[in-house]
Structure formats: C-alpha cells, structure tokens
Nanobody, 124 residues
Framework: QVQLVESGGGLVQAGGSLRLSCAAS????????MGWFRQAPGKERQFVAA????????YHADSVKGRFTISRHNSNNTVSLQMNSLKPEDTAVYYC?????????????????WGQGTQVTVSS
C-alpha cells in the first residue's frame, strides 16, 4: 500500500493554468502505475489521466486532451498534472490514485490507493 498526498489546487480564472502534484510514500514508486481522477459536486468520480509505472505510456480523457498533461518523476516519488486552458467545467476535487502494476488503467475500481484530494475551482 502506498500513501498519496496531493497539492497544488486552488482558484484560477478561466484560461489559466495550475499544476497539481502528488507525493507518494510507503512503497516502491516505480512499481506503481498512477492516475488522476476528479469529482464535481453531485457527480461520479471520473477519469482524467493515467501514466504507466515507467512513465513511457500515458493516456488522457478526451475532455482534457491537449490541455492537461500527466508526468511522473520516479526519482522523487511524484506524479504531476499540468493543467492549461482551464475551463469552469474543470472545477472539481482532483484525486491521485495508485495501482501496483505497470500498465495504465482507467477505472476507479482498478486503483486501490487514493489521496485525499485537492480542490480546483475555475471561475468564469
């Protein structure tokens, strides 16, 4: 099991940028594929982006493709989500998630380990 702590959320105007970070501890980070999910009020948690354990493969949801970029730094046990051209509909709590596997996963049920989340609010 790995412990995850997100940071970097906040309030930003539409068109702005934020960079979320997730720090992992308690496991060998390079053994874990990682993902970012988000949950808006009254909605189900949805997939945003994922990255393989080695960092060589990534996948982004259509709704964020071309605007968000997931990356990881196995040397310091972090995964990041660079968010550009933010829209009000990106407003949500963003969660970092980990799975003890090498390949990418897109479903919440495939990730056993979760952070507490960080709020992102985009004003119009």
């Amino acid at each position: 099991q790995v412990q995850l702590v997100e940071s970097g959320g906040g309030l930003v105007q539409a068109g702005g940028s934020l960079r979320l970070s997730c720090a992992a501890s308690g496991g060998t980070f390079s053994d874990y594929a990682m993902g970012w999910f988000r949950q808006a009020p009254g909605k189900e948690r949805q997939f945003v982006a994922a990255i393989s354990s080695s960092g060589t493969a990534t996948y982004h949801a259509d709704s964020v493709k071309g605007r968000f970029t997931i990356s990881r730094h196995n040397s310091n046990n972090t995964v990041s989500l660079q968010m550009n051209s933010l829209k009000p509909e990106d407003t949500a709590v963003y969660y970092c998630a980990a799975r003890f596997a090498s390949g990418i996963a897109l479903q919440t049920s495939q990730f056993p380990d979760w952070g507490q989340g960080t709020q992102v609010t985009v004003s119009s």
